[in-house]
Nanobody, 128 residues
Framework: QVQLVESGGGLVQAGGSLRLSCAAS???????????MGWFRQAPGKEREFVAT????????VYVDSVKGRFTISRSNAKNTVYLQMNSLKPEDTAVYFC??????????????????WGQGTQVTVSS
């Protein structure tokens, strides 16, 4: 079993910052076996969309274009934790943010269907 627990969401004004964390645990969790961790988000009435993903092994990353230069994904292998630093937040970033894990080998998938393990989500609200 794999458990993912997000934290760090909240309400912030446009232009502000938030840092999300996702702690991974579980009897079968291993960062060496799990290829990558990703962040997704879902706004009301919209599909869940890819935000960013990071490789556990070498820290390589992929971002959706809309967050490049504003968001940074990072990881701590020692803590089995992935972070999403969000700067210059915009109202359109408002969504429930989910972390997810995939046994993807060396790949960094953007499709949510390749991530079998999910956290419960944390709300991020950006006011204008």
């Amino acid at each position: 079993q794999v458990q993912l627990v997000e934290s760090g969401g909240g309400l912030v004004q446009a232009g502000g910052s938030l840092r999300l964390s996702c702690a991974a645990s579980g009897r079968t969790f291993s960062s060496t076996a799990m290829g990558c961790m990703g962040w997704f988000r879902q706004a009301p009435g919209k599909e869940r969309e890819f935000v960013a993903t990071i490789s556990w092994s070498d820290g390589s990353t992929v971002y959706v274009d809309s967050v490049k230069g504003r968001f940074t994904i990072s990881r701590s292998n020692a803590k089995n934790t992935v972070y999403l630093q969000m700067n210059s937040l915009k109202p359109e970033d408002t969504a429930v943010y989910f972390c997810a894990a995939a046994r993807s080998g060396w790949r960094l998938p953007r499709s949510r269907y390749e991530y079998p393990y999910w956290g419960q989500g944390t709300q991020v609200t950006v006011s204008s």
